[in-house]
């Protein structure tokens, strides 16, 4: 047990049960160093997909979400704690490590859109008595949706978080989340209505019906004066040739999206 375990120990949570002891013991000691260190963080990843859908499995890191400003100081108090850090990725995501196991420290999505702000805390669910706080289900959803690479895709997530919390979400915050992008929770829709023929009740029907107007709309407004290829929101490597050789701009890019060319070209390094 790390120099952070005892009094200061959060709760362990079930997620950890079948983990090595050294892997325990790493993330227990890593969220003893930040909690001392009262760096706000959200349980993400297997253990809160767990929690909403009763699914376990095990991963060989922990996934914290925090504030971009609080990243740099996470990744600052875990270095103190003893183990390698970095900042890998600027513009979502950080790590430290301890052996082949590893935290991440996430603050964004890989396309930049999905930053963690005071909303995932003010909506987070508060598990009792340890005051464990989870990613919110709505935010947890607006994330993986964008996640379509080939080496991995998480719409099975996404309609599993459906399945298991689409009567209770807070589907008014869930679509201001999309933004422009609600035609995509409406494919997402789609899907889980296609894998579940029974349980199409588990979706109100005013937001099925509010998504395909906004989309009739755009559909019979014509085409975008504006060249752009949004599937760089959905992969980082799959949409290349549509930016690099057919004169498509990237969807990603500022001002139009949340990245600068140097973490773009950043990104899809780590990809290819």
Same mark, same amino acid.
């Given at each position: ?9 959060? !709760? ?24 001392? !260190? ?29 504030? @971009? ?7 600052? $108090? ?88 689409? @009567? ?26 296609? !894998? ?31 060249? $752009? ?25 500022? @001002? ?12 899809? !390094?780590?990809?290819?």
């Amino acid at each position: 047990m790390g120099p952070h375990s005892g009094n200061n120990m959060p !709760a362990i949570p079930n997620v950890f049960d079948g983990l090595e002891l050294r892997t325990t013991n790493f993330y227990l000691d890593a969220l003893a160093a930040l909690s001392e !260190a009262k760096v706000p963080y959200l349980f993400g990843g297997a253990y809160a997909f767990a929690y909403y859908t009763g699914i376990s499995r095990h991963t060989k890191d922990l996934d914290l979400f925090v504030r @971009p400003t609080d990243a740099p100081r996470a990744l600052e $108090v875990l270095e103190r704690a003893g183990y390698r850090t970095e900042m890998t990725f600027s513009h979502w995501l950080g790590k430290a490590f301890c052996g082949e196991d590893f935290v991440d420290v996430i603050f964004s999505s890989g396309n930049g859109l999905c930053t963690v702000d005071d909303e995932w805390f003010a909506h987070a669910v508060i598990l009792e008595p340890s005051g464990t706080l989870l990613c919110p289900a709505e935010e947890l959803i607006w994330q993986k949706a964008f996640i379509m690479e080939r080496e991995r895709f998480d719409g099975a997530d996404v309609n599993h978080l459906l399945h298991a919390c689409g @009567p209770s979400l807070d589907w008014d915050r869930l679509l201001r989340r999309f933004g422009p992008y609600g035609h995509l929770l409406l494919v997402h829709l789609i899907l889980f209505c296609f !894998a579940y023929p029974t349980e199409h009740h588990r979706i109100p029907r005013r937001v099925v019906e509010m998504l395909l107007e906004r989309w009739r709309d755009e559909i019979n407004g014509g085409a975008a004066e504006e060249k $752009v290829c949004r599937g760089t929101l959905l992969s980082r490597m799959q949409y290349l040739s549509d930016t690099e050789r057919w004169g498509y701009a990237d969807a990603r890019l500022q @001002p139009r999206g949340c990245m600068t060319a140097e973490q773009i070209t950043h990104w899809t !390094a780590a990809g290819r």
